[in-house]
């Protein structure tokens, strides 16, 4: 009898914290970049470790953000509200500075997904 009450238990507790987690969830802004260039032969390569600035400069600390890309050329991130942020990016290679920008809108539950493509300057 004393495990049926311990199981039982267990379950409840599951239950309650799967739907804290899922309600977190609901509750998210994501965003997902990636930033690619043209090659010589117009195929579309990723570029790693370039620098993404969201937002403007008035905008509050925790929505204006720097970042950068993974080796896949890819950036994903949170922001705690629904906002539309200009996003810039810009990387030298070989001593030439390549750059673009977009504009994406983050909504309740959603995910922005965005592809920049920058070139030289």
Known sequence: MQYKKIIFVGIIFLLSASSFFFCKTENQYRAIITVSMIDAAGGKIPVP??????GEENFAPDIKRTGYTDVNGRYEGEWPREVSLRVLASREINGK???GASII??????VAEQEILIKEE
């Open 49 to 54: 470790s370039c620098k993404l600035v969201f």
């Open 105 to 110: 809108r983050l909504s309740e539950g959603g």
């Open 97 to 99: 500075i390549y750059s």
